[in-house]
């Protein structure tokens, strides 16, 4: 049995979340003199794909440091036996999109050693003029930048590569002629790159037929894919990481057993796996642990449609490949199956802001206005300043390829939007100045688009908001006291009466 001690409070919440964040960039003064950097990225070089798993520590700056592994490596060999590519040297930097704007870096193999050039080009938006550049650099005692070196080196170990010298650090760096404009938005070093071994993937026998299930638990719901066969049961959704992987489990005496480990390939950037854990001793800390377990089972009703985990207090958790990390956290599930989507007023979400790191958390229900359930997957959400949307431009939030308002409930840049269940996190760049921001929820179901605020093009009245006039504003806080004016930073409920008669209540964060 592993135990993973957790350095956060979270068993409170059926959703733990221990993932990595990712720093603001560092300012820093403009590049030191000497050190070429390239003029344009390399796409879709010649070589054969292999598959490699990547290890490093991330040094995020106010963050600390964190080990990471699991994440997706693609590397191709030139026929010269001298040149070798890196895809994802830099997880989430490379431009998530095809092929042909997915970014390489090039090494040289000398011997065991790979020599990779420093100043290659991670990232170029020619429409937005920002171009990204890999670095290699050293710090002083103080933990800033020391030096730029030009190259970085790594040793062929076997079927490994690993860093020659882990005093050194790659970096994303973004040039400029100014403290204020130049600036890091990570370090690496301790890479550990190696190939991944056989994966078992699991794909239901079209006999079976695939149905459409919930799945829910203490704090949140999705939607997942069902199939049995026989004594076999194939589920598609259990992660949140990777909701396109099925995993399989046996069926015997009205009980699901699944195994504890399988590995989830569907996440864009890492892989996943999908183990059983149970609420551990406590660490010299105080702080709570999960221990991992062999398998996780669902008590199954007669009729084959409720699974109800059992131990009910147990979790699924994803973690990552070497289980080293554990991201999210489910308890008290269940699963059966799903009635159909129908137009439904979404529940409004709750919205914090924190003003140190800038961060949005929103937090939107998978339900009603009543509680029930409603579809994910036909839920949107755009953000709000001051009662005008805003949008996320690839000139600030370079990890999406197009212009966004409306966000997708799954979406996910896995560098500024996160998306952990119910729970959506987004790192704030270029906003204007506000006092207010609200978050704005639509679920659209054949065409019938309905809104938890008014703003909106929604089903929720007959009149259009924009022949409306608001007749009144008034504020409450959580508790339901009235408050005359809105303290900055304050979470209050806002009630709008408008000219027709109809009332709408919201709640944002005053700033």
């Not at 003199?33 to 054969?48: C, D």
């Not at 199956?337 to 800038?358: F, I, Q, R, S």
């Not at 953000?383 to 966000?407: C, K, L, N, R």
């Not at 022949?467 to 209050?492: C, H, K, M, N």
Request: hydrophobic share 35%.
């Amino acid at each position: 049995m592993k135990t993973i001690t957790h350095l956060f409070l979270a068993f409170a919440s059926s959703l733990l979340t221990v993932g990595t964040t990712v720093a603001a960039p560092t300012k820093i003064p403009a590049k030191l003199p000497g050190i070429p950097m390239e003029e344009s990225p390399v796409y879709n070089p010649t070589g054969n794909d292999e598959h490699y798993m990547m290890s490093v520590v991330e040094d995020q700056g106010i963050f600390g440091t964190s080990a990471q592994d699991g994440y997706k490596m693609t590397i191709r060999r030139e026929a010269d036996g001298e040149t070798i590519w890196f895809r994802d040297l830099t997880p989430g930097f490379n431009h998530h999109s095809d092929d042909e704007e997915y970014t390489w870096i090039k090494g040289t193999i000398s011997g065991s050693d790979i020599t990779v050039k420093a100043g290659q080009v991670v990232y170029d938006n020619e429409f937005y003029g920002q171009k990204l550049y890999l670095e290699a650099v050293t710090v002083n005692e103080a933990g800033a930048v020391d030096k730029f070196l030009d190259e970085f080196h790594f040793t062929i170990d076997g079927d490994r590569i690993i860093q020659s010298d882990n005093s050194t650090y790659l970096a994303v760096y973004e040039d400029g002629e100014t403290m204020d404009e130049a600036g890091f938005f990570i370090f690496m070093n301790d890479f550990v790159i190696e190939p991944v071994g056989e994966i078992t993937a699991f794909t239901p026998p079209a006999s079976a037929g695939i149905e459409d299930w919930l799945m829910t638990w203490e704090g949140g719901s999705r939607s997942i894919k069902v199939a049995r066969d026989g004594d076999n049961c194939y589920i598609a959704g259990l992660s949140n990481m990777a909701p396109d992987d099925y995993v399989c489990g046996t069926v015997s005496d009205n009980v699901l057993t699944i195994k504890s480990g399988y590995i989830l390939t569907s996440n864009p950037m890492r892989y996943i796996r999908l183990i059983g854990a149970e609420q551990g001793e406590p660490d010299e800390f105080g702080f709570p642990t999960l221990a991992m377990t062999m398998s996780y089972s669902f008590d199954i009703t007669d009729d084959g449609n409720m699974l109800t985990m059992n131990p009910a207090d147990n979790y699924i958790v994803e973690s990552s490949y070497n289980f080293s990390s554990f991201y999210n956290g489910f308890k008290g599930v269940k699963l059966f199956p799903y009635a159909g989507d129908k137009p439904a007023v979404p529940a409004a979400p709750e919205v914090e802001h924190d003003p140190l790191n800038d961060i949005l958390s929103i937090t939107i229900p998978s339900a009603d206005i009543n509680g029930n359930y409603i579809n994910p997957n036909l839920i949107s959400y755009r953000v709000e300043f001051d009662g005008t949307p805003y949008e996320f431009s690839p000139e600030y939030y370079f990890a999406i390829s197009e212009p966004m308002v409306e966000i997708p409930y799954s979406f996910t840049d896995y560098y500024d939007i996160y998306v952990n269940g119910a729970l959506h996190t987004i790192f704030l760049h270029n906003t204007p100045e506000w006092n207010s921001v609200q978050v704005v929820v639509t679920y659209t179901v054949d065409g019938v688009a309905n809104s938890n605020s008014s703003d909106s093009n929604s089903a929720i009245s007959d009149i259009a908001a924009e022949d409306r006039q608001i007749v009144s504003e008034t504020y409450t806080d959580l508790t339901g006291r009235r408050i005359a004016t809105p303290a900055r930073g304050s979470i209050v409920i806002v009630t709008t009466i408008y000219d027709d008669g109809s009332v709408v209540n919201s709640k944002r964060i005053v700033r």
